[in-house]
């Protein structure tokens, strides 16, 4: 009797796309967690398939609430390596995995090595095509800070070496990783 695939959810902060997944994931008995840098679960996932880590969004709501933005953003985007880190330990060999841009690089490698898919969650266009854009209005509008944490986008970059298949909302995000040399099927990986 074949084994029914396991999945990991793994989102930092609250993403109402990530948890519609893990709620489809859970409904049919196909979740083995949702991990999240928060102190609140998902609605339609029990306490036994959630994984917590709220000193994650404490540091991250501390930094937000005291910091001008890009720098409370840079902050947020520099908890990803610990989120990683905390959620890779809790993967078994077999397991899928589906997180967005650079919150699970380390983990995204591991199920790889291990037998399982990774899937990203892109919730924006490919980071060089989403660099350029904001990039673009940066210099329209005169803002001197950088579209992003430039630390945050070499990890959304690095990550799409280990990922199988992307989510992709839209035509247009769908076409920024064609444009990049993604393949349309059977998977989106480049290589």
């Given at each position: ?128 095509n989403f660099w350029a ?59």
């Amino acid at each position: 009797m074949p084994v029914k695939p396991s999945y990991v959810v793994a989102t930092p902060g609250h993403c109402h796309f990530d948890e519609d997944k893990a709620r489809a994931l859970a409904n049919h008995g196909l979740l083995h967690f949702v991990a999240k840098g928060t102190r609140r679960g998902t609605n339609g996932v029990t306490p036994e398939q959630t994984r917590l880590n709220p000193r994650i969004g404490l540091v991250a709501t501390a930094a937000a609430r005291t910091l001008p933005t890009f720098r409370a953003e840079s902050i947020r985007f520099g908890l990803n390596p610990w989120f990683d880190r905390w959620v890779k330990k809790q993967l078994r060999p077999g397991d899928h995995i589906i997180s967005s841009f650079g919150y699970a690089n380390e983990s995204f490698r591991w199920v790889r090595e291990h037998g399982g898919k990774t899937f990203l969650s892109a919730g924006n266009s490919h980071p060089e095509n989403f660099w350029a854009i904001i990039s673009e209005e940066h210099r329209r509008w005169g803002c001197t800070d950088p579209p992003i944490s430039p630390q945050h986008h070499e990890r959304a970059k690095a990550m799409l070496a280990d990922t199988d298949y992307i989510f992709a909302p839209s035509s247009f995000v769908a076409q920024s990783f064609l444009t990049r040399g993604f393949k349309p099927e059977p998977s989106c990986r480049s290589r």
